[in-house]
């Protein structure tokens, strides 16, 4: 698996479960993290990046917010419920 790191202010940048032009990178010379960003950004244009495969229930109870057409999100629904 990876490695968790604090990023403070990491959250800051806006996310979108689709995102796949932004990214955090270790910059391992400078010990910190550059975001990595494959589109232009004009002035005062939000950056977005993906907080990672997060269901809504996650983003939830990490960020505080959830996201209409998130396609990590999903439900659990016990055999028991649907046998019965």
């Known amino acids: 698996g ?18 796949r032009e932004s990214r955090l990178v ?3 010379v400078l010990g910190a ?11 005062g244009e939000p950056v977005r990046i993906s907080y990672g495969p997060l269901t809504n229930n996650k983003l ?12 990590w999100d999903s439900i659990s629904i016990p055999e028991a419920d649907i046998l019965s």
């Open 33 to 43: 993290f550059d975001v990595v960003t494959a589109v232009s950004v004009r002035a």
């Open 60 to 71: 939830l109870a990490f960020y505080g917010f959830s996201e209409d057409d998130n396609p």
């Open 2 to 19: 990876g490695q968790w790191a604090m990023l403070p202010l990491a959250d800051m940048f806006n996310h979108d479960s689709s995102c």
């Open 26 to 28: 270790e910059n391992e």
